[in-house]
Nanobody
Framework: VQLQASGGGLVQAGGSLRLSCAAS????????VGWFRQAPGKEREFVAT????????YYADSVKGRFAISADNAKNTVRLQMNSLKPEDTAVYYC??????????????????WGQGTQVTVSS
């Protein structure tokens, strides 16, 4: 499966962005799809994940209540709505997909497919 991430950009603190991860080659409906991010000089970290089969979601504590992940199985797209953005959210955001429903959804090493990153920059 090929993943295409989009929607990044520059936004002021408190603003919103919506990232999209579109899949081609396979349907998302049985996949776990997650977003991870990597800030300059830091390790890549988990942000949010959705199990597309049943809609279960998982969030990092740092984004709970501000970010929302959703899946549109008909369009083979997963979106990450990011609200109340903070400068510390600045990073390259990556989407990833894994076909094994029972994989650990927050462990990036469990994911077999990765898209290219999209830059999110939040100015103070």
């Amino acid at each position: 499966v090929q993943l295409q991430a989009s929607g990044g950009g520059l936004v002021q603190a408190g603003g919103s962005l919506r990232l999209s991860c579109a899949a081609s080659g396979r349907t998302f409906s049985d996949y776990i799809v997650g977003w991870f991010r990597q800030a300059p000089g830091k390790e890549r970290e988990f942000v949010a994940t959705i199990r597309c089969r049943d809609g279960r979601t998982y969030y990092a504590d740092s984004v709970k209540g501000r970010f929302a992940i959703s899946a549109d199985n008909a369009k083979n797209t997963v979106r990450l709505q990011m609200n109340s953005l903070k400068p510390e959210d600045t990073a390259v955001y990556y989407c990833a997909a894994e076909p094994n429903y029972y994989s650990d959804p927050i462990n990036q090493h469990e994911y077999n497919y990765w898209g290219q990153g999209t830059q999110v920059t939040v100015s103070s």
